[in-house]
């Protein structure tokens, strides 16, 4: 699943970092939670805005990286040093909006019935949340300026759609309207790529004549390798085959397809049908359902690093949607278990599973869930695994897992 720049930042403002900033700013909860709600999308716009600018794309770069780098992300879940992160928020709020900054402060101000130096403390932690986000992603992919705006302009759509009516930005920001930035976004994306393959093709010619028909030839072998995986990446995630050590899922039945998963709080996940999140929520949904020991469900599209206990950078999202189902349903309280199958030496495999469970609890804390809400990681190793050691791999992937325990609900 693709990423969601909106939703991995609402994913932050969790309902106790909402109530930690009411009482620090002294305004009630709603009025917070109505200026989180304007203030998120009017700082993506923002910077999408900022982004079709000359040289801005790469001034977003830079303060993202800065953001992601700064550990910020992490303080945000327990607001620790709340003046600090607003202090720091300001100074790249105004960096985002320069002399429209004031403007969006007025603007979401009246839009929630706050005061506006509340508006601006909002906006000046919704700020980094936004930026650190924008720099995970960026350091995560290896983006350049380029690959940045073009992952900015993939979500325009999403952002746009999310400003809530009445919320005046295109005038606060200055344009005639926010279809604007599609326009501003294309061409900044064009000069880049144009400023790419100018700097490509001057390195090109100074390059001695005898080189150019060596990196034709490798071109051309590499677009034949990327053309055969890219031929066989349906199947590869569709049945995943990992090794002795790994502990992979495959997606969700391809079949089924991609669904929404619309949760309490009105925020919409993208999910396989009959995948985690599909499951987890028709079942805290159910007034009959319980919590216990006994309840688990399997990530379906969580993948590691092979032979260690490092997230795949595609994993994240999965993760992502779980704190969002967190953040949604607040009685909620999960465990994560981590498990192998039988082949290979017991006490490495329990090891390799409690690291990769702790792997993805602390995913989960650094994406701002509530930790009130997490009852820990265990790694059970093989002792669950139903296959045989010497089974077929089809059969002792299976026991290959890290799943979700619902505790209470």
């Known amino acids: 699943m693709s990423f969601n720049l909106l939703d991995s930042v609402k994913g932050l403002f969790t309902n106790d970092l909402t109530a930690k900033m009411a009482g620090s700013f002294g305004e009630s909860e709603g009025g917070i939670q109505k200026a989180i709600g304007g203030a998120i999308p009017a700082v993506l716009a923002g910077l999408l805005s900022k982004a079709g600018t000359t040289d801005g794309a790469s001034g977003i770069l830079n303060l993202s990286k800065d953001a992601a780098g700064s550990g910020i992300l992490g303080s945000l879940s327990s607001f620790a040093g709340g003046s600090n992160i607003v202090s720091k928020g300001l100074e790249w709020l105004k960096k985002i909006f320069g002399d429209k900054a004031d403007n969006i402060i007025s603007l979401i101000a009246g839009f929630a019935g706050i005061r506006e130096s509340s508006a601006a403390s909002v906006l000046s932690v919704a700020a980094p949340a936004a930026l650190g986000s924008i720099g995970k992603e960026v350091t995560q992919k290896n983006l350049d300026v380029s690959g940045l705006t073009s992952m900015l302009a993939s979500q325009k759509d999403n952002i ?4 809530p009516s009445g919320l005046n930005l295109a005038g606060a920001l200055g344009l005639g309207s926010l279809g604007d930035l599609g326009s501003k976004l294309t061409g900044a994306f064009s000069n880049a790529t144009n400023a790419a393959r100018t700097t490509a093709g001057k390195a090109a010619g100074s390059s001695n004549k005898w080189l150019v028909p060596v990196l034709l030839a490798l071109l051309a072998i590499a677009a034949i390798v990327y053309l055969t995986k890219g031929c066989n990446r349906s199947a590869e995630e569709a049945v995943v085959t990992p090794g002795p050590d790994t502990v992979q899922q495959a997606p969700a ?16 996940l993208d999910a396989y049908k009959g995948g985690i999140e599909d499951k987890l929520v028709t079942f805290l949904n159910d007034p009959a359902s319980k919590g216990g020991k006994d309840v688990w469900f399997d990530f379906d599209n969580l993948n590691f690093q092979t032979g260690s206990a490092e997230l795949t950078p595609e994993s994240l999202k999965q993760v992502s949607n779980i704190a969002a189902i967190l953040k949604a349903y607040p009685k909620l309280k999960i465990k994560i278990g981590g498990y192998t199958d039988k082949s290979g030496d017991a006490a490495v495999n329990k090891k390799l599973s409690q690291d990769r469970a702790d792997a993805v609890l602390t995913a989960l804390k650094s994406t701002g869930a509530n930790a009130a809400q997490l009852a820990g990681a265990e790694g059970y190793g093989s002792e669950f695994a139903k296959a045989a050691a010497d089974a077929p791999d089809e059969q002792r992937r299976l026991d290959r897992r890290i799943a979700v325990g619902v505790r209470e609900k």
């Open 160 to 163: 746009l759609n999310a400003l």
């Open 253 to 268: 039945e391809p079949s089924l397809g991609s669904i929404k998963v619309k949760l309490p709080d009105g925020i919409e």
